[in-house]
């Protein structure tokens, strides 16, 4: 799922898997440019807290992205 060297789009920060599901899941599921959890919560104006909240929901949903 993960190419090495995936970086953020905005800081470059090295990305974990499950920040690369969450942009597929909140931003596009075709995305090729990824965000950090901290960058993501600051495009929607959240808490990295309240994503993972959220990314929690969504795996106990069934969500495969995570």
């Known amino acids: 799922m993960m190419e090495t060297g995936?970086?953020?789009?905005k800081c470059q920060r090295a990305l974990?898997?499950?920040?690369?599901?969450?942009?597929k899941k909140?931003?596009?599921r075709?995305?090729?440019?990824y965000y950090c959890l901290s960058c993501l919560a600051d495009e929607f104006h959240v808490s990295e807290e309240l994503l993972l909240q959220k990314i929690e929901y969504?795996?106990?949903?069934g969500c495969?992205?995570?």
């Not at 075709?30 to 440019?33: C, R």
């Not at 969504?58 to 949903?61: G, P, R, S």
């Open 6 to 9: 995936t970086r953020c789009l």
């Open 16 to 23: 974990k898997p499950v920040e690369i599901g969450a942009t």
């Open 26 to 28: 909140f931003i596009n």
């Open 30 to 33: 075709g995305a090729k440019e």
């Open 58 to 61: 969504f795996k106990k949903q």
């Open 64 to 66: 495969t992205l995570f």
